[in-house]
Structure formats: structure tokens, C-alpha cells
């Protein structure tokens, strides 16, 4: 049967089809929705773990009971499943294991944009890269192949423009893989010096054999048209190439690490002139110019995507000139939603002018005009440890003007880490920990705050307020976020303490829990004084009558969440039907 | 016979769901199809781009600059954000329902009325649908996506059994009948 899928729907079908028993991932745009399509599998055990250095333990350990596993993340989650990642390499595989990574060229949705084949040359396990969605699915069956073969894990690697397509995909059937049975070798597992020392040697031959393996299987696929130009090329490139040059021939390689060298330099020698198109870091050009391949030169960018027309300029070919196009027009920034519950405590923050150390998610967002509450974004977690690294530095003069701030679910990845350093080094910064009860800017996947499981089952809650206290943290205060004079109180209450303080907000995302809509406001027109203390929210929903130089409210839009009357100093917001 | 159907709006208005739609009309209609769609970090109100390719054999799921055959604009100024994609011969089919950004609803903004008016020009032709109002007749303020679909569905040479069985099988199940007519409205616009 043939199907239209997304290019992550392909690679959670492939792992159904694969026979994959575990899955465990932390969500990441844009590899999200793979394991939210993974979970409609029954016959398969899925999990969104708190990071994607447990999501990819999770699976080491599926793999040495014996199953065939997966664990799915974006580029920047790799590097906080590095650790496992290396010795994983060392120890190998008993049932299969895949690691699914998905890269963001243009930060669509990113802090960076590094290359993930970088791990895989780093790592010495292979690395597959497809160009659509039925190679999407048929490559992730082909990596768990390749990993009981080899016994290595093996990294799929997929990107924005994969990950975010769709394209027809052809289904199979479900191969029902037995256990392995739990593998107990210890040579092989536990990873002692002595034992790790031998494990090398075989990681060094294993890198060998994936080669000719790369070399002969039907990963690399010769496409001769004519002898005049020949491109090596892999995953969504391959595309623009295709599109960009229908006269070249193309060598498209689907394991870019380890290279198929012979299968190249048996292609180098059927075209007069060899280019390499990549998207990001020159990975396979490096490699081919240290094996003495004579390669021509494209200026080929580092940063960003490739497209078609990207393509054919390297190559000199004459692209389509566009007609016009509209400077200035009004943006349509990324904004915190109508009733989101972080905007209060963010409204707090930027009236005291607090420094907020910052962290990923929805929080992100209060960045933006008018709020303007974030000073700094790093990544997951180091909100906290470097408002610890502020205090310190100033021996804690900046603690008493500066915020850590932080979502649950970015708490749990990595922050709870964070924090517990700050105890035991006995900071005094702040942390502010905006529980929302959801991963909201990825799509809203439960975590342990939530108190479900992926597949809505019910699972304990973790009480934030309980676990800082047993930290052993004296100062935890629980406030109402939309409870903006409460929030400054407590705010500048906390900062001024030479101890570790955490404030805990307790409103959930209108997206996790829908009670909390309720009658919309509106803004009494002859009260309305113009202040715009309303306006400074950032609130959607809050709009600006230029002419009449009033405030009012979509009240489409507005969720009822009560915030602006609590800024509203001349006591002009009302709710319908409420007098 | 190819085509490249350019289809954005801001997020809620429902242009994934479309794009998904017309993509999965072209596979059933024996095309090959791919698209490729890039949804900001907000969860509504950002922009929202949907490529969708259709041909014989389509390689890149991205449209190049300058060849968009169709675009499709949910909302009435949105298309003025990917006029590099226009050509002597594309066709714009415009929601004139009216989002204000951000910075027009805060006063710091104008809407861009006149540079729309002068932009539609240059196209070599423009159907302009007022999606809510056929919404609205349908039964169901939440269907206005699906008219402007149904507005694409006419210029595209794909049968319209295809596309109700496809739309039939895309949308919740309660909303069935709502989006048919919806469609239906926009077809026959």
C-alpha cells in the first residue's frame, strides 16, 4: 500500500516495520512527532524520557535485554547523549539500536546549527542519510540491519526539510524480531579500562568492515549520465542536485560515514570533473581530499541550507531572476499565546529590570518586545547554572538583581542537575521555575510534572515544591503567576536573601489543561485612560485604537486568564457577564 | 503537466492541513508530490509556509524562486511576504480576511493596504474569496480553510470525488459535512 507520509511518520513506521520494541526519545523540533507517531504502534514500548542522555541509556538497555531499540532527538540532544553515546560505540549492540537524529539547517527552530555526521566520525559507528520519506522508512529498517550485523548503534540522521515533508511511501509489514535474550558478557559490557582497551581494536576493524560493506551494498547508487561532470552527493542534496543538474551524473551516497571509497574512486574515474555538494560541514570533501581524490572546487557556504537554485549558482547556471519583492512589512513574530501563564511572572521580572538567565522553550519568548524579560539562552538547563556562575562571579552582588529561569519540562532534562550544585555550592541566586505542566513548545508532550504518560496512562507528579525542599533549599515559594503585585513581592523578597531561593509558578498552559479558558474581557471604552499598561503585556488578544488612543480586546482571542485587569490601574476590564 | 502551489497564512487559519490535502490528491491522482512545510515556534499567529510540488517526478520538495505556478494566501496581506516566488504567469488565490500582526494591532504598524493593491498586478490573475463568509454558510466559522481549497481545487486538474474523499478522510469526523460544503462553496465560487 502506498501512503503520503511526513519524513518522521516514514521513520516511526520504519521502526514499526523494523520490529522495534523500545523506543525512548526527549521531544526536539523538528524530530518531535516521531515518537508521537511512534506511540500509535501498540506492539511497540514508547517513552518520552526526561533527556536524551536516559532516552538513549533507556535504549542501550532495550538493546542488551535483547530487543531492537531507538531512541529519536534533535541535533542538540545529541550532544547531551554524547557521553552514553561514545563507550555505546565501544560496547556495541545486542538487539539492534538506532539512534535517530534529526539536524536543523537555518535554525527554523534552533540555538545552533551544527552537523551531526560530525558524531558519527567522532563516535566511529555509521551513519545513514536519507533523501525522502520511503527512503526515510526504508533506511531506518536497513540501520537496525546494520547494527545487529556489525554490532554497532547505528545514527539515522535526518533534517528540518526531511523531517517537516511529505512524499509517497510504500508500507510494508511488521517483522516480529525475537529476543536476543539478555546478552551477560562482561568483556563486552562493562567498560573497564582492561576491557574497553580490547573494545577499541574491534570499534577500529568494525570501521573497516562498514566500509566495504558501504562500498558494496545497495546504500550508494550510480547514477552515469554523461562523463563530463559527476557529483557525490547524499540525503535531501541529493534532491537539489538532481533537480539543479539533470545532466550530471551523481554517485548518491546513503551511509556517509564510513565513505564507500572504492565504489567513489571507481565513479571518479568515469567523470572528467568531481564535485562534492553537502549541505553544512564539508564532511565528505575533507575526507575524499585527505585520500588524495581530486576534487574541484565549488564556494560552497557553511551556514544555512542548500536549495535548488543554491546549487545551480555554484555551478554557474543562470537561475530564475524574481520580479519584486516587499521590504518593511508588519512581522509576524513567534509570541507568547492569549492566557499564557508565563506572562505575568515575565511581566514581574521586566518591571524590577532583573537579569534573567533564560533557558529553552516557550519561555524563550519573553525575549521579544514589549516584556523584553531575557537576557540569555544557552541551552536546556544552564539557566540555573549560570545564574550560579552569575552569583559567584560577583560573590553574589549580581544574585541580588539577577533571575534563573526555567519550564518543568527543561527542569527535569537538565536543570534539577543545575540546581543541585547550586545547593551543595551554596549559591544564593534565584531560580524561578515556570511550571506549566507541559513541554509546550514542541507540541505539548507530558512529562513528569504532568502527571501522564505518553499514552495519557496516569503516572505520579512530581511536586516540584517538595523536591527543592528535600534539595534541602529553605526558600521555595509557590505563587500565581497572573498575580503580577504578588509576583513582584515575592520577586524582590527572594533576590534580597543571601540563600538559594526558588519561586514556583502554578498555572498551567491553556494548551495542557483547556478548564482554564473562561469568559473573555473587554475594556470599557469610557474608562479607558490610555495608559497602556495593558498594551506592555504582549498580550495578543490586547490591541490599540490609534485614533481614539484606547486599548481593547479581541475577545476571539482572549482567554479570560485575568491578567489585565490586575495592570489596569483606572479599573476599566471587565468580564462579559460578570458584573 | 507540473505544478508548484505555494500555500501560507498564519498559524490556526489550517494551511499544513491543505497542503497536506492537495499533496495527497496529486498521489492518488497517479502524480508524484512532495511538500515541505516550515511552522514557526508559535504556537498561533506566526507565519506559516507550505510548499507543494507536483509533477512526474518532483525531487526537491522546496520551490525555487520565481516558479510558483499557484500561491495561495489564507490571509489577505500574507502573500506580499513571498512575492520572490512570483512569475509573469502565477495565479494568487486570496482569503481577503484580515489578520492584524502584532504590530498593527499595538498602532506601530499600518496594515499594508496600497502596496496590496498594487502587488495584485502583477499577477496574471487573482481570485479573491471571502472564506469566512462562506464559513459561515457552511455552519462552521473553523471551515474557512477548506473554501479557499476548494477555490485551489478548481484551477488543478484532479477529480473532485478525489478530493472530498481525501478531505473525508482528513478532518475530524464531526466536521465532515461542514468541510464538504465548505469545499463545495469555494469550487463553485
Not at chain 1, 104 to 115: C, H, L, R, T, V
Not at chain 1, 117 to 145: G, I
Not at chain 1, 499 to 528: G, H, M, Q
Request: charged content about 25%.
Amino acid at each position: 500500500m502506498r501512503k503520503v507520509l511526513s519524513g518522521n511518520e516514514a521513520i516511526a513506521r520504519g521502526a514499526y516495520e523494523a520490529g522495534v520494541k523500545v523506543v525512548s526519545s526527549y521531544p526536539g523540533t523538528p524530530s518531535s512527532e516521531i515518537t508521537d507517531f511512534v506511540k500509535r504502534y501498540g506492539e511497540i514500548y514508547c517513552e518520552w524520557a526526561v533527556n536524551e542522555k536516559v532516552a538513549l541509556e533507556v535504549a542501550i538497555g532495550a538493546s542488551l535485554a535483547g530487543r531492537r531499540s531507538m531512541t529519536c532527538m534533535k541535533h542538540v540532544g545529541l550532544n547531551v547523549a554524547a557521553d552514553p553515546l561514545m563507550t555505546l560505540s565501544y560496547t556495541g549492540v545486542n538487539g539492534g539500536l538506532v539512534i535517530l537524529v534529526a539536524d536543523d539547517p537555518n535554525m527554523f527552530s534552533s540555538q545552533n546549527e551544527q552537523d551531526s555526521r560530525n558524531y558519527a566520525r567522532f563516535a566511529k559507528v555509521p551513519l545513514l542519510e536519507p533523501s525522502d520519506s520511503n527512503e526515510a522508512k526504508e533506511f531506518v529498517k536497513k540501520a537496525f540491519e546494520i547494527s545487529e550485523k556489525f554490532c554497532t548503534p547505528v545514527i539515522v540522521r535526518s533534517v528540518t526539510r526531511l523531517s517537516h515533508s511529505m512524499s509517497a511511501v510504500d508500507l510494508g509489514e511488521r517483522v516480529e524480531v525475537t529476543s536476543k535474550g539478555l546478552e551477560n558478557n562482561i568483556p563486552k559490557w562493562v567498560m573497564v579500562p582492561a576491557n574497553g582497551r580490547v573494545r577499541h581494536v574491534f570499534v577500529e576493524e568494525r570501521l573497516k568492515e562498514l566500509q566495504t560493506y558501504n562500498s558494496e551494498s545497495d546504500l550508494v547508487v550510480e547514477e552515469i549520465i554523461s562523463n563530463e561532470i559527476g557529483i557525490i552527493t547524499s540525503g535531501i542534496p541529493y534532491q537539489y542536485v538532481k533537480e539543479a543538474l539533470p545532466e550530471a551524473s551523481v554517485l548518491k551516497l546513503g551511509m556517509v560515514w564510513p565513505l564507500p571509497l572504492d565504489k567513489i574512486v571507481d565513479f571518479s574515474k568515469k567523470v572528467k570533473k568531481l564535485y562534492v555538494v553537502e549541505e553544512l560541514d564539508p564532511i565528505i570533501e575533507t575526507e575524499l581530499l585527505a585520500k588524495g581524490l581530486k576534487l574541484k572546487k565549488i564556494k560552497r557556504p557553511l551556514t544555512g541550507e542548500l536549495s535548488v537554485d543554491a546549487v545551480k549558482k555554484l555551478f554557474g547556471i543562470k537561475v530564475n531572476k524574481y520580479k519584486t519583492t516587499v521590504k518593511e512589512l508588519p512581522n509576524r513574530p513567534p509570541n507568547m499565546c492569549p492566557g499564557c501563564s508565563h506572562r505575568g511572572m515575565f511581566y514581574a521580572i521586566s518591571k524590577l529590570k532583573l537579569f534573567a538567565a533564560g533557558d529553552i522553550g516557550c519561555y524563550t519568548l519573553g525575549l521579544l518586545p514589549p516584556l523584553s524579560a531575557i537576557n540569555s539562552t544557552v541551552c536546556m538547563g544552564a539557566s540555573i547554572s549560570m545564574a550560579h556562575g552569575i552569583d559567584r562571579a560577583s560573590d553574589g552582588e549580581y544574585a541580588k538583581k539577577s533571575v534563573a529561569v526555567i519550564g518543568d519540562s527543561t527542569f527535569f532534562h537538565t536543570g534539577i542537575n543545575g540546581l543541585l550544585n547550586s545547593v551543595y555550592n551554596k549559591g544564593c541566586s534565584t531560580v524561578v521555575i515556570l511550571d506549566n505542566r507541559t513541554t509546550g513548545m514542541t507540541g505539548h508532550q507530558p512529562n513528569p510534572g504532568t502527571g501522564i504518560t505518553i499514552r495519557g496512562e496516569e503516572s505520579p507528579r512530581i511536586n516540584f515544591e517538595l523536591l527543592c525542599r528535600a534539595f534541602g533549599i529553605k526558600n521555595v515559594v509557590t505563587v500565581d503567576p497572573f498575580d503580577v503585585d504578588e509576583c513582584i513581592r515575592v520577586l524582590k523578597e527572594e533576590t534580597s536573601k543571601e540563600e538559594l531561593s526558588v519561586i514556583i509558578t502554578n498555572r498551567p498552559c491553556i494548551f495542557a489543561d483547556r478548564t482554564v479558558i473562561t469568559n473573555p474581557y473587554f475594556i470599557d471604552a469610557d474608562k479607558c485612560t490610555g495608559c497602556t499598561a495593558c498594551t506592555r503585556l504582549g498580550c495578543p488578544a490586547i490591541t490599540w485604537d490609534k485614533k481614539k488612543k484606547i486599548a481593547m480586546i479581541d475577545e476571539s482571542l482572549c482567554t479570560g486568564c485575568g491578567l489585565c485587569p490586575k495592570v489596569c490601574r483606572f479599573n476599566a476590564i471587565f468580564q462579559r457577564g460578570v458584573k | 503537466m507540473s505544478f508548484n502551489i505555494l500555500m501560507f497564512g498564519v498559524g490556526g487559519q489550517g494551511t499544513v492541513l491543505s497542503s497536506d490535502i492537495v499533496c495527497e490528491v496529486a498521489i492518488e491522482s497517479g502524480y508524484d508530490a512532495k511538500k515541505s512545510e516550515i511552522h514557526g515556534m508559535a504556537q498561533r499567529g506566526g507565519s506559516v509556509v507550505s510548499h507543494v510540488r507536483i509533477a512526474k517526478k518532483v525531487y526537491s520538495p522546496v520551490i525555487s524562486f520565481g516558479e510558483a505556478d499557484i500561491m495561495v494566501s489564507f490571509e489577505y496581506m500574507e502573500f506580499l511576504r513571498y512575492m520572490e516566488y512570483v512569475n509573469s504567469e502565477t495565479l494568487l488565490i486570496l482569503n481577503t480576511n484580515k489578520i492584524f500582526p502584532p504590530g498593527v494591532l499595538s498602532g506601530k504598524e499600518e496594515y499594508p493596504e496600497k502596496v496590496i493593491k498594487q502587488k495584485l498586478k502583477l499577477f496574471k490573475g487573482v481570485s479573491q474569496i471571502d472564506a469566512l463568509k462562506i464559513a459561515q454558510e457552511s455552519g462552521n466559522v473553523k471551515v474557512a480553510g477548506m473554501a479557499v481549497v476548494g477555490a485551489l481545487a478548481k484551477t488543478l486538474p484532479f477529480e473532485k470525488k478525489v478530493w472530498k474523499n481525501i478531505i473525508e478522510s482528513k478532518v475530524p469526523p464531526k466536521t465532515v459535512e461542514s468541510n464538504i460544503k465548505a469545499f463545495e462553496l469555494g469550487f463553485t465560487l
